[in-house]
């Protein structure tokens, strides 16, 4: 329970900033489809999976939450999203 509520506060991050996912995902795993430039500024402090390339400017990234993600990751990485999207 308390994964796939840290994947819904992603999941509102994310959406809040106008991304779009790949498949709309209930459980912990969320598939953002995001500008490649913010998954470059994303990987040099986040571990994720570029699941698929979406088209020449965009790619589908895989992101897992679990019982031991902390909430404080999860409100940093909405914190670092929205700055990146507003650049």
Request: some cysteine.
């Amino acid at each position: 329970r308390y994964a796939n509520e840290m994947a819904g506060l992603l999941r509102d991050a994310i959406t809040s900033e106008g991304f779009a996912f790949l498949t709309d995902s209930p459980s912990n795993q969320l598939f953002p489809i995001l500008p490649d430039s913010i998954i470059e500024r994303l990987k040099e402090y986040y571990e994720f999976y570029i699941w698929s390339r979406v088209d020449e400017s965009h790619s589908c990234i895989r992101l897992v939450t679990s019982w031991a993600t902390p909430r404080e990751v999860v409100e940093e990485f909405a914190r670092m999203l929205k700055a990146l999207s507003s650049i």
